[in-house]
């Protein structure tokens, strides 16, 4: 029984990871009608924007301490970080520790950048081309993003830990009545948790309650009778695939505590957040939502080893399997409207 | 000839030409000269061209064809890969019994997975192929190692069957695929004043096997079958309204496209035995479709082209390192060849996948029809320039 | 540094006929001709240096670049000399191999054994090189050891930890200087045992291929012997980022110890969870729960940051070693490049200089020559003191060591602090425990 | 003898009720046409005689035999060509190409793994084509790219196509909707021509009362689902029901 909460537990938290993600991919295609190859690399920009604001905190300048030497028997120089000059030891350490979190408001901006640079710059030439182009020219876009970042921040994972005060995990076991220790959770994953909650919350809230969010629904439902209507519906969606860049890059801000980022991180997320768009239904906000937690949970089952001693190799596949019979059995997915992406 | 037309017999001879002529062709430069980085004339990537040739030649009778995006025929190559490799092990290490195995199982195992992915269309058919494929992948990575060989992939041990060649002596190391006698890895060369070009045995037979397949997939374009598949992707409603049943089609090019990985898979083995999972993985999958855009959709040529372009840059600029940079531009005052150096590097060497974006974004963008596209732009170009008329006849030939 | 001038040197030649303009094509693969594949004739000899320059081992793949340029300087007679001055055979010189000055070449193997024997073949065929070395998996390892094997040509692995690479994948042409998952195991026990007692319960998370299965069986088997009880082993995929859905249940098990059979990026990112679920805080039957890495590599440990402080875990080397050899090693690497080595530079480099100091011995490039005369050598001085290549199954025998996350590290290099030296004595097996055949060498032509 | 029967159809999306009751029969070697109001049920009637829709409740019998459940490609098959509101053709291919598809169609079935000899050795089915080809007197454009063509070549050639299929039932779906005036007679004579030369029953659904009073022998008025009168075009003109529920609005056209 414990097992069983533990798992479910765990998969919310899996599950609002690849919600949030998908939901920029769903919102990209469901207001642009472009499929972006390139959205796990938006999540892997992301994620270091918050390795560059905690590299620039840290930037430092050489102090030697003659009383320590080096691994080639030198005096052993210390880098002091600048923001210790600036702040006084306590709080800057107290800043950098921070530094995951500060990253949202550094990572906000860029990616809105960023994402407004990519629809203009390349994505708007792409309306009117079939499917295929849109993922085989962003499939292209996300191998140079990934090169770039790989050239500046190298190939090995970069450590970047959540603040002190969120280390350790919380025993949910001790509340419900269970053994202390049977379930416990980390702190910093149900932060991700609630901050994916709020998230995808504020998404929706947008898209329902602000005139700009009915122009883009009403455009994602139709988009030549809302231009008929003389509204300038592609600058919205220019804002909208900023947005959906900020969501992808706030997945991915706060993940790197969850998992040391590194350049190819986009792309072992990439085929996992397409599984998830396509089994809530392409287009689909909820149903993107809907799946993400699905498959979060049907991982952590497949991942218990009573499960795995079962089935051997269940928790390899168990992604792939429930996408083909989704697929099979609910051809536009959970939510899928009809015709969409069927040619 | 060969009930071509004369276009598409020109076509095939030009192939067959450029395949018996490519020890030549791929090393332009003399030995010993700085340029000889860029010769390709070596029998491992001379085979790989032409194998990866069979394979995106394959490929592009389903996406070609039918617009049919599969994700995950790099499956297909990898169960042609086990396959052949177990009957090197249990048969023989004679190629052909291995090379009907692969097609045979490969061709099983894209009319399972065909049958059920081809129930869907457009990206959904795309991600149930991925999936699939990446099913594959895993388990052969992991629970099916006895089978596989797993990580280290299945390779020939000293102590395997071999039945049919149960006298040979192996003489404490493991015997090599050939054909009656010939090994694949047996060359010749031919030295001239500075030059040296590489005759090997393996190279022309993977290369016969390719104008086989390449003569076969001709004619499956100029035939009424794929007719319908170029039907197929310009209007699949009407083609059911017009009596026909898109399902078989579809599922008919899917298999047939699957047996040429297969065979591609086969001879990936018969040139160097051994099968590894990761010829399965979705991004080996996404390299034969970067093959066929690169080349061209849909033409006949195009996707050995595109094939040929990628392993380029795959085993030549991947292997120019910084050592090499700066002997080029050694010429130059040195604050101007380190600033060369240190533009130029972040592309080459270890950097070829950030080339590789690049140039495929720009063929993606500016020339959707691949590099055949581009050179017909420029052969037109030069055709107005001559004959200084009005603008070329547009194409209308399709399938060129 | 020597600048590298690529040609085919050894193939093209092998197939000339002296001063004609055109050869007669009459011969195949030369044999008749050249003793053995890529025979170096003029005054240089090609090494071809595989590793992996990009995909998620690529930092590793450029350190042990590193590692080899600077192996080719001090053959070559350039730098410090570095662990030529400490090693015990003197048959190097300075002055090349047999004279000839070497040079190399390098190749991608993407961490992928098909695009590693694609890179290690062109070296081989394009550009006439007489031995292959490096890599940083073990299926990448046993991949182009077999295509040396079937090529003639010699396999110097690079970092390989597998049973398989000198056990059942074992080849004639291929030799090992790293340890492997059975030392591994044998060395770490004993610690563990002092450390955390003999009375624990035991969770093992293993990467579900080849080199996980060898290491959790290595691990397994000699905590095992040590009183340990094995509560439960899972399996986790290859391509698995997020290992939570693995770690939650550990404490459920009433397991103490969790083992993680990881390397590379799983590595870190299982131990990275782990930590975060706080396992380290736990009190369980009355014990602190404890994390255990087999196979410890710093490139790593610097991705798992903090995480891996008072964890423990093996490994080949470790530049703070203070033996003559790593001093001189870590000397010459640290002034040419700014930091000290990893364990992958440091057994590239030595492999480099076995190769070459076994062709000068047997004085001649011959691959049949060099393995008669890697076979059973001993040799000091390389920093892992006495050291053995075992005739049998090509394996070397040394000091492995354990260590432990550093707790106060002083720098981004200085993570792991070594806690014991387990004597080789405790370390070394039967050969033939592991199965598999080594055949006989292969001069190819 | 009735060629098409329809029997008590129903069909429902959801809440709404797209047909209801629905009757229909159409005499052999007729022009009958099918008129109503917008969402009167006009091309889901349509769209469950070809198969791409089923009807809840109901029968449709095609020359004695259902039509329900097979597929669309089974149902042309037995006789039944549709041609759409918009021309749907082949684009990327040529003319001549669009054209020998059903030709080939109509000889080898619905499935023919003809995959080695070359289109070009099919010598009987490029005469037939060409010879539908110049029927339509588009003989000179056999070699463009289909989707090259205007409006109303794309639409001569969509009705070409079902004809060279021989059927015994053109279902034409408003086919000269967004037509101007010129094209719109030019489609009319064609289908008068059509209709003189061979026996064929054809059912046409339109909107435009120009076109159907010139073409139809028998009238069916739908609306809101159900057939509301079924006569002659003669007749239709004057039943006050019709005025009512449907000429009357549309007089202003």
Known sequence: MDAIILQILNGLDKGSAYALIALGLTLI??????????????????????????????????????????????????????????????????????????????????????????????????????????????????????????????????????????????????????????????????????????????????????????????????????????????????????????????????????????????????????????????????????????????????????????????????????????????????????????? | ?????????????????????????????????????????????????????????????????????????????????????????????NVLPAIVLAVVMSGLFALLIGYVSLRRSGIYFSILTLAFAQMMFALAYSVLTPITGGETGLQLALDDPRILDGGVETGGNIPVPGLFGMEMRDSVQLELGAWVFTFNFG?????????????????????????????????????????????????????????????????????????????????????????????????????????????????????????????????????????????????????????????????????????????QRVARLFKSKKTDSSAAKPQTEPGE | MSKTNLTRRGLLRSGAVAGAGV???????????????????????????????????????????????????????????????????????????????????????????????????????????????????????VAVQALCQEAGVIFMAGLTHSNDTTGKDKRANGFRHFFNSYMSGAALAPILAKNYGTDRKAYHLTADYNWGYTTEEAIRNSTEAMGWETVAAVKTPLTQTDFSSYIAPVLQSGADVLVLNHYGGNMVNSLTNAVQFGLREKVVNGKNFEIVVPLYSRLMAKGAGANVKGIYGSTNWHWSLQDEGTKAFVKSFGTKYGFPPSQAAHTCYVQALLYADAVQRAGSFNPCAVVEALEGFEFDGMGNGKTLYRAEDHQCFKDVLVVRGKENPTSEFDLLEIVEITPVEQVTYDASIFGGQLGTCNPGA | MKILEVKDVNKRFGGLKALSEVNLSVEENTVHAIIGPNGAGKSTLLNCLVGKLIPDTGSVMFNGQSVLGRAPHEINQMGISRVFQTPEIFGDLTVMENMMIPCFAKRDGAFELNAISSVQSQKDIIEHAEHVLDDMNMLDKRHMVASAMSRGDKRRLEIGMCLSQEPRLLLLDEPTAGMARADTNNTIDLLKEIKSKRDITIVIIEHDMHVVFSLAERITVLAQGTPLVEDTPENIKGHPKVREAYLGESSGH
């Not at chain 1, 399997?321 to 099979?328: E, N, P, R, T």
């Open chain 2, 203 to 375: 190279y022309y037979f993977a290369a016969v096997v390719m104008l086989i397949a390449f003569y076969i997939a001709i004619r499956i374009f100029r035939s009424p079958f794929g007719m319908m598949l170029r039907a197929i992707k310009a209007n699949q409603q009407r083609l059911n309204y017009t009596g026909l049943n898109t399902r078989p089609y579809t599922l008919a090019a899917f298999v047939i496209s699957g047996m040429y990985a297969g065979l591609a898979g086969a001879l990936m083995a018969s040139m160097d035995p051994l099968a590894g999972a990761e010829r399965m993985f979705w991004t080996a999958s996404g390299e034969v479709v970067l093959m066929t855009i690169l080349g061209g959709v849909g033409t006949l040529i195009g996707p050995i082209l595109g094939a040929g372009a990628i392993k380029y840059m795959e085993n030549i600029i991947s292997k120019i390192n910084s050592d090499i940079l700066h002997n080029w531009f050694a010429f130059l005052p040195d604050g101007l060849e380190d600033l060369l150096v240190t533009l130029v590097y972040p592309f080459i060497g270890k950097g070829w996948h950030l080339t590789l974006g690049i140039i495929f974004m720009l063929v993606v963008i500016f020339l959707p029809g691949g590099l055949v596209e581009g050179g």
């Open chain 1, 29 to 343: 295609f469901g207001t642009l009608g472009v499929v972006n190859f390139a959205h796990g690399a938006l999540f892997m920009i992301g994620a270091f924007c918050a390795v560059t604001l905690s590299r620039i905190l840290t930037l430092s300048h050489v102090v030697v301490d003659s009383t320590k030497t080096d691994f080639l028997g030198r005096p052993l120089e210390v880098q002091v970080p600048y923001v210790y000059d600036i702040f006084g030891e306590a709080t800057g350490a107290a800043v950098i520790d921070w530094a995951v979190p500060l990253s949202i408001l550094f990572a906000i901006p860029v990616m809105l950048l960023v994402g407004v640079a990519m629809e203009r710059g390349l994505i708007k030439y792409f309306y009117k081309r079939p499917h295929a182009d849109q993922i085989l020219v962003t499939f292209g876009l996300a191998i140079v993003l990934q090169e770039i970042i790989k050239y500046f921040y190298g190939a090995n994972p970069i450590p970047t830990p959540a603040p002190a005060a969120f280390t350790g995990s919380f025993d949910f076991g001790a509340i419900l009545g269970f053994d202390p220790n049977t379930i416990i959770y980390p702190y910093w994953r149900l932060v991700y948790f609630a901050f994916a909650a709020v998230i995808i919350g504020a998404v929706f809230a947008f898209l329902q309650f602000t005139t700009f969010g009915m122009v883009v629904r009403a455009g994602m439902a139709d988009r030549e009778t809302v231009g008929l209507l003389g509204i300038n519906i592609d600058r919205r969606f220019t804002i909208m695939f900023g947005l959906a860049a900020a969501v992808a890059g706030l997945a991915g801000v706060m993940y790197t505590p969850i998992n040391s980022p590194n350049y190819h991180m986009g792309m072992d997320f990439l085929v996992l957040s397409f599984v998830v768009v396509v089994v809530g239904g392409m287009g689909s906000l909820p149903g993107a939502v809907l799946a993400g937690f699905l498959l979060g949970v049907l991982e952590s089952f497949a991942s218990m080893r009573e499960v795995i001693d079962l089935i051997p190799g269940i928790n390899q596949v168990v992604i792939y399997l429930v996408a083909i019979v989704i697929l099979l059995t609910r051809p536009r997915g959970l939510l899928g409207r009809k015709g969409v992406m069927e040619d």
């Open chain 3, 23 to 141: 050869a007669l094509p009459t011969i195949f693969t030369g044999s008749s001709v050249a003793a053995f594949t890529n025979e170096p004739t003029g005054s240089t000899v090609t090494l071809g240096f595989n590793v992996p320059q990009t995909g998620p081992y690529a930092d590793e793949g450029a350190d042990e670049l590193r590692a080899y340029e600077l192996a080719v300087e001090h053959l070559n007679g350039g730098g410090d000399g570095g662990m030529l001055n400490t090693f015990s055979s003197k048959a190097l010189n300075g002055s090349g191999i047999l004279g000839k000055k070497v040079q190399y070449v390098t190749g991608d193997t993407q961490t992928k054994s098909d695009a590693a024997r694609a890179s290690a073949k062109s070296m081989i065929e394009k550009d006439g090189a007489v031995m292959i070395t490096g890599g940083s998996s073990s299926g990448v390892a």
């Open chain 2, 1 to 93: 000839m060969f009930g071509l037309d004369k276009k598409d017999t020109m076509l095939l001879l030009l192939v067959a030409a450029l395949t018996a002529l490519a020890p030549f062709l791929l090393n332009p430069f003399p030995e010993g000269s700085a340029l000889a980085q860029f010769n390709a004339g070596y029998p491992d990537l001379m085979q790989r061209f032409v194998i990866f040739g069979i394979f995106a030649i394959g490929f592009n009778i389903l996406f070609g064809l039918t617009g049919y995006l599969s994700f995950g025929h790099a499956a297909f190559l990898g169960v042609g890969s086990y396959a052949a490799v177990w009957m090197f092990k249990l048969l023989s290490m």
